[in-house]
């Protein structure tokens, strides 16, 4: 190694060090904060999956194909609509289906919620936006489960970092 990459490697960025600090200092200090917003945020997803599980599969199956036919006015969408759940009843996929429906619906909601006011402030405020703009790029070029890392020290397991980061 030539003498520039080695005075550089030698005096290292503790990034991974400050990383491990920080969160530790936050689950140290924060954890009931974590935990109870996890716990909340589960309870509400599990609010909206129980009801959904009480309704007969069929009968919901049913409902699920009729809206699809009511928002896009096709007899082929709702067919399909209609066996492809009926497929999944079939498997025995049916509650962790209903609990993949109520967590998207959710994430998308709560992403509206956030978005479409961040979104019409950084349109009506330019330098908002400036600052919006790189962390957004950023976020943007990142996998998935990078997200997904912090998220899981700081809520756990559970739907609650699933809503999270989706």
């Known amino acids: 190694m030539d003498p520039i990459s080695k005075f550089f490697v030698s005096y290292k960025i503790p990034i991974g060090e400050w990383g491990k600090a920080f969160f530790t200092f936050l689950t140290d200090n924060f954890n009931t904060f974590?935990?109870?917003?996890?716990?909340?945020?589960?309870f509400l997803l599990d609010g909206g999956v129980d009801p959904l599980l009480l309704v007969?599969?069929?009968?919901?199956?049913?409902?699920?194909?009729l809206l699809a036919y009511y928002l896009q006015r096709s007899r082929g969408?709702?067919?399909?609509?209609?066996?492809?759940?009926?497929?999944?009843?079939?498997?025995?996929?049916w509650k962790q289906t209903v609990e993949t429906l109520v967590l998207v619906v959710a994430a998308a909601a709560a992403s509206m919620a956030i978005g479409v006011p961040?979104?019409?402030?950084?349109?009506?405020?330019p330098k908002v936006y400036r600052v919006m703009l790189p962390v957004l790029d950023l976020m943007q070029t990142?996998?998935?489960?990078?997200?997904?890392?912090?998220v899981l020290t700081l809520f756990g397991l559970g739907n609650a970092p699933g809503l999270i980061v989706t």
Do not use: C, D, E, M
Request: aromatic residues 12%; proline residues 8%; glycine residues 10%.
């Open 56 to 65: 007969p599969p069929v009968l919901l199956i049913a409902l699920i194909a």
């Open 34 to 42: 974590f935990r109870g917003l996890s716990g909340g945020l589960n």
């Open 118 to 125: 961040l979104g019409i402030w950084a349109a009506h405020k």
């Open 77 to 93: 969408l709702a067919v399909a609509v209609f066996l492809g759940l009926l497929f999944i009843l079939n498997q025995n996929l």
């Open 142 to 150: 990142l996998p998935t489960f990078v997200y997904l890392i912090p």
